[in-house]
């Protein structure tokens, strides 16, 4: 996996949330069709830019992201 990759990864994660308003990792997996590592390289990629607002659900077992206003 490369920087490109990577970069057009975060582009598929930041299209499926930009389409809702905010969503689980198993629905950000499921919606990009991205492997593990991809996706959290993809995350990765969107929380450094400051694109990305993570947290963690009622009971802490799933993360629920959201994009940045």
Excluded: F, H, P
Aim: glycine share 8%; charged share 30%.
């Amino acid at each position: 996996m490369n920087i490109d990759t990577i970069g057009y990864n975060a582009g598929l994660v930041w299209n499926a949330l930009n389409d809702a308003e905010a969503m689980g990792l198993k629905q950000v997996k499921k919606a990009t069709k991205l492997k593990d590592k991809e996706l959290y390289a993809a995350i990765g990629w969107l929380a450094r830019e400051g694109k990305l607002l993570i947290a963690e659900n009622e009971d802490e077992k799933d993360l629920i992201l959201s994009l940045a206003q």
